[in-house]
């Protein structure tokens, strides 16, 4: 089967948004970075291309971040976060983050974009009271180090009217406060190599792949680091029931450099469970919101236990399962660690990274959602590997936009509602895996996948969704629907 590459928004920026797409695709999208710049956000992009030897479902892509409103400098606030602003109302096009941050020399790199693609120069408000004009990347070098930063940019459009947005600068951070979490599902970033092994024939690891040294955690300690992504593995095997695959009785997982990739992507048949990941991973702000996406792959497709998506459902037809709920992972994990920020001990510093990638990922999964609806709501779920665009993408966020919506409009939040989508999904078995049908691009096994997903989100809110997606284009079988909430209801939820 010839390969296909995808289009890789690939930013050179500390927030990025995991993406992760399925097949091996890679194109370059237009960025905004000077008079007139196109879409998107940040420096030039580069084209990269998933490692060959890597399943066609574990493929990553970075993206822009944007932030959350204006605290007072650099304060987070203690109010209830949800992503309703950008989700429901937010229309805002500008999109900074902090690339790079030295605190030796005070030196601060601030990258970004805006879709309106203004010709003036951004206003780039440094908290030192020094002002500056520039467009993307604008670098400052403050001479106190001994204090935090609330940075303030603000595009200037032809129609004379702005948009500002704010991002923290943390010079001086403070300390997480751990708790003690299950040694079962500890995530580390290993100072030297580690020997990969395959789980599943014809799957192996690139070669290349490498350990993180102390230089490329410019922005944390290594146990601060491996103690939040461990929290976040945590939330997301609940998030799965408990009901994931452990290699020798335990979800462990590493992070390793692959230095020749400009995303990350998911090690999910590996022992131990792992993912590949940039240089730049750790630069400046870690890309939370990538590792909790690749976590999401991780944990989902070695679910359930028994008889694991991971394998079962590679290849063209894959995304609509494994990157939707990769996605949903991703944002569900950030709301629950920020929301419960106390009981897990994070430091300021590391929930303002935490929000503003959540926010920048966010931001992406309504863009695309609103491409899919004013494009004709043209359903695929089979990513076509002769063509060079990628026909799934707008179905696979769609179901992500839809899960989060519903979150952020009802009462439940995001846990038990994604425990429950989980529990449905994990009615998995043999005949399931014959009707979605990997192989093949059917309307069956359209209709079939279009079902499963759809059955899946209306047992997690207890709401019966057809309706809604059908209006999106979705194909659903009734019966089928019916037979998949029966049973869902015989699996009790952990």
């Not at 992504?229 to 095997?237: F, M, N």
């Not at 491409?371 to 026909?391: I, L």
Request: glycine share 6%; with cysteine; proline share 7%.
């Amino acid at each position: 089967m010839p390969t296909k590459s995808r289009r890789v928004l690939a930013l050179a920026v500390s927030l990025a948004v995991v993406l992760s797409l399925s097949a091996c695709r890679t194109e370059q999208t237009p960025l905004a970075s000077g008079p007139g710049a196109t879409t998107g956000a940040t420096p030039p992009a580069t084209t990269t291309t998933a490692p060959a030897s890597l399943p066609p479902s574990t493929y990553a892509a970075t993206s822009v971040p944007s932030l959350s409103p204006p605290a007072t400098p650099a304060t987070p606030s203690t109010a209830p976060f949800n992503f309703s602003r950008v989700l429901l109302a937010d229309s805002s096009s500008l999109s900074p983050a902090v690339e790079s941050l030295d605190r030796s020399s005070g030196k601060v790199v601030v990258n970004g974009g805006d879709t309106r693609r203004p010709t003036v120069p951004f206003t780039f408000q440094w908290g030192d009271g020094q002002t500056t004009h520039a467009f993307f990347p604008a670098a400052h070098t403050y001479a106190d180090t001994g204090r935090n930063y609330a940075v303030m940019v603000t595009a200037h459009y032809a129609d004379g009217s702005t948009d500002s947005r704010q991002l923290d600068v943390f010079f001086v951070t403070a300390a997480t406060q751990p708790i003690v979490l299950p040694e079962g599902v500890r995530v580390t970033v290993p100072s030297s190599p580690v020997a990969l092994a395959s789980r599943m024939p014809g799957y192996s690891p690139p070669a290349r792949l490498t350990a993180f040294d102390d230089a490329r955690l410019d922005a944390a300690t290594r146990a601060a680091v491996e103690y939040v992504l461990t929290a976040a593995a945590s939330v997301q095997k609940d998030f799965a029931n408990n009901d994931v695959y452990e290699v020798d009785g335990a979800f462990r997982q590493v992070v390793l450099l692959d230095p020749e990739f400009g995303g990350m992507y998911s090690l999910w048949f590996t022992s131990p469970v792992s993912f590949g990941a940039s240089a730049t991973s750790f630069s400046g702000t870690p890309q939370y919101s990538s590792f909790f996406h690749e976590m999401g792959h991780n944990v989902t497709l070695n679910s359930p236990a028994s008889y694991y998506y991971g394998g079962k459902i590679d290849g063209s037809a894959n995304a609509i399962f494994s990157e939707a709920m990769a996605q949903i992972f991703q944002h569900a994990t950030a709301y629950e660690l920020i929301n419960n920020r106390q009981q897990y001990g994070l430091s300021d510093d590391v929930v303002s990274g935490i929000k503003e990638s959540g926010l920048s990922s966010m931001r992406i999964v309504v863009s695309s959602y609103q491409a899919y609806v004013s494009g004709g709501k043209r359903f695929a779920s089979w990513n076509d590997p002769s063509t060079p665009q990628d026909e799934t993408f707008g179905t696979f966020m769609t179901i992500a936009y839809k899960f989060c919506e519903h979150a952020e409009k009802g009462a439940s939040g995001y846990r038990m509602p994604l425990k429950r989508t989980m529990a449905l999904l994990q009615t998995f078995d043999e005949d399931t895996r014959s009707r979605y049908d990997q192989s093949h691009n059917t309307e069956a096994a359209a209709t079939f996948r279009a079902t499963l997903m759809a059955a899946a989100l209306s047992y997690g809110f207890e709401t019966d969704l057809r309706s809604e997606l059908r209006d999106l284009g979705f194909p659903i079988n009734d019966t089928v629907y019916d037979e998949l909430h029966r049973k869902a209801a015989a699996r009790p939820l952990t």
